[in-house]
């Protein structure tokens, strides 16, 4: 059956079965006890990593700009869905039901700031987006710690100063409390839920990666202005692969806040260091490969933790393997295995997709 499979449908499974081979390996060890707590508390954690990685993946591996914003976008959509959650936390609503639409929530509102980031943002191009992008990621977590939100008898009472200003009655409730965040969070996160999400991520990317847009996308990325002389719409498939990239680390958002009883937005949860972070499981996995991506962030999460017994030589082993990683990853003959398996769009392809297009209507 695998002779008969495409390459890219033989590379897909390889990644479907590499994460399930992966979530059934760890639920045998959890079930015979041989995972420690530690490494327990660390999945739901390492599936927000992946999805992460994965989704800046496609703006910095296919459409080949770097991004620094991306833990602002994972902010956004932590704080949507846990203000939503804290909404409807006295109704009836059922959990299961709360959490899945905390998530389509979370992914709304960052793929919508995703958007309108992205208007006047990807005019620019090199350092310049990387600046911009960085700037907007603290703006929007300077921003989050400025609001504070409660709620009494009266009704919901929003301000940017301080809670003080509400003017609550005795009985009132801070939902937002600003550099306070969100308390009492229900911790709905389980592994589970992020292996799903997981698969659900990387079905996305590699559907649009393998799409005609996918390959407008990479058109671009290649060569912009052969892109944009044969009718290419920049504007538009630039837009579409940010937005996305920017819901998808909504959802990754949405399934850290549900990990935590306080949510709060500080440097270390969705600063510069958290997209440092991100761009460098992207870098090491491999810049365009979703599963290096995701081997990446699985390796560089848990080796520091499985390092730990060697106390100072922790960080210099950790620091040797970056380094390999990188040596092995811009190997010469990876970059010709990349080349020979479509991952670089020429001239020719960009011209054929887009005549395939006028003769399709679209």
């Known amino acids: 059956m695998l ?18 081979g992966a979530f059934i390996v760890v639920q045998i060890m959890i079930s015979t006890g041989n995972i420690t707590r530690l490494l327990e508390g660390l999945l739901v954690p390492l599936s927000v990593y992946i ?17 620094l914003g991306h833990a602002g976008f994972m902010c956004v959509g932590a704080f949507s869905g846990a203000f939503f959650v804290a909404l409807v936390r006295d109704t009836a609503i059922a959990g299961g039901l709360r959490f899945f639409l905390a998530i389509i929530i979370g992914a709304l509102f960052a793929g919508l700031f995703g958007l309108l980031v992205g208007i006047p943002v990807l005019r620019l191009r090199g350092d310049y987006l990387a600046i911009v992008t960085l700037a907007f990621g603290e703006i929007i977590m300077n921003v989050t710690n400025s609001i504070f939100v409660g709620r009494d008898g009266n009704g919901l009472h929003f301000s940017l100063r301080n809670a003080r200003v509400l003017n609550m009655e005795p009985d009132g409730v801070m939902l937002i409390n ?19 999400l997981i698969l659900i991520t990387v079905f996305i990317v590699t559907n649009i990666i393998n799409s005609r847009d996918g390959r407008a996308i990479m058109a671009i ?19 579409l692969a940010f937005s996305v990239s920017a819901a998808l680390a909504g959802v ?24 440092v972070m991100i761009l460098v ?4 996995g491999g810049i365009g490969n ?49 080349e020979k398996y479509g ?7 960009v011209k054929a997709i887009v005549e395939e297009k006028v003769k399709g209507g679209r």
């Not at 002389?229 to 920049?234: A, D, F, K, P, R």
């Not at 499981?281 to 090491?284: C, D, E, R, T």
């Open 343 to 349: 991952l670089k769009i020429t001239f020719t392809k």
């Open 281 to 284: 499981f992207v870098v090491l």
């Open 221 to 239: 990325r290649d060569n912009r202005i052969a892109a944009e002389s044969i009718g290419v719409n920049i504007t538009k498939y630039k837009l």
């Open 51 to 67: 999805i992460l990685a994965v989704s800046l993946n496609l703006v910095v591996g296919i459409m080949g700009d770097l991004s």
């Open 252 to 275: 990754a958002g949405v399934l850290y806040a549900h990990n935590l009883a306080t949510l709060t937005a500080t440097a270390n949860n969705f600063g510069f260091n958290m997209s």
């Open 178 to 196: 600003g550099p306070l965040g969100i308390i009492g969070t229900p911790r709905d996160s389980t592994f589970l839920i992020g292996v799903i």
């Open 290 to 338: 979703i599963r290096g991506s995701i081997i990446a962030a699985i390796v560089l999460t848990l080796l520091p933790e499985l390092m730990r017994g060697l106390a100072d030589f922790r960080m210099l082993m950790y620091a040797v393997v970056l380094i390999a990683m990188m040596l092995l990853n811009w190997a010469p003959k990876v970059i010709e295995w990349r």
């Open 3 to 20: 002779k008969n499979m495409s390459s890219q449908t033989k590379n897909n499974a390889i990644t479907y079965g590499m994460v399930i």
